[in-house]
């Protein structure tokens, strides 16, 4: 017990780093600021349009990444944290069980962002930004997976915990791909990222 419990302190901990949606968001505008550099065709978009994107499609996206966010804070970062501190196991593997039940039901919310009044091309990054963050969950339901099984077949070492991370750096490309194309799409409609972030 006390040799999982060091591991899953150690993997929680490496784990914090993983980006916050600040750091998303301006990882977002160094890619976009790149992007500049290429020469593209200048599009005036419709007022209805930018308003949409602004009011509904937008703040849909961000609604969803909060909780993209607080179900790992809390399920992984936190849970880890309490069973670090003398928590039961039984706990901390429910906690990871809900991982996967969220995550999964937020995944179904990836099949509904409002497109209805934005242009074909358009619709199309959004649909690409749905299907990153997409499989970053899947990314991170992986990792959880993984983690699970090496806790209930006590196989977790420090060669499962390169694995584990491993994945999730590969997810958080994905995310920040997912938000670079948000953001990317924003600007390109003329709206400040500071109208919206935070929210």
């Known amino acids: 017990m006390k040799l999982i419990r060091f591991w899953i302190v150690v993997l929680s901990m490496s784990l914090l780093t993983a980006c916050t949606k600040d ?3 301006e990882s977002s505008k160094e890619f976009i600021l790149e992007e500049e ?28 990444i909060a ?7 809390l399920y992984w970062q936190d849970s880890a944290e309490q069973f670090s501190r003398g928590g039961m196991l039984i706990d901390y593997i429910n906690s990871l069980k809900e ?3 969220s ?18 091309d358009n619709v199309v990054t959004v649909q690409q930004a ?12 992986e990792a959880n997976s993984n983690l699970l099984t090496a806790i209930l077949t006590g196989k977790i070492n420090d060669t499962k915990q390169v694995e584990i991370q491993s994945i999730v750096a590969e997810g958080d490309k994905l995310l920040i791909s997912s938000n670079s194309k948000m953001y ?4 390109d409609l003329g709206i400040q990222y500071t109208e919206n972030k935070g929210k």
């Open 184 to 187: 990317g799409l924003a600007y």
């Open 103 to 120: 995550y999964e039901a937020l995944q179904l919310k990836l099949n509904e962002f409002p497109i209805e009044h934005l242009i074909a």
């Open 99 to 101: 991982i996967t039940d």
């Open 23 to 25: 750091e998303q968001i």
């Open 67 to 73: 909780e993209f966010d607080s179900i790992w804070q």
């Open 37 to 64: 550099k290429l020469e593209k065709v200048a599009v005036t978009a419709k007022p209805e349009e930018v308003n949409y994107y602004k009011t509904v499609t937008l703040p849909y996206y961000e609604e969803v």
């Open 130 to 141: 749905a299907k990153d963050l997409n499989t970053c969950i899947e990314k991170r339901l």
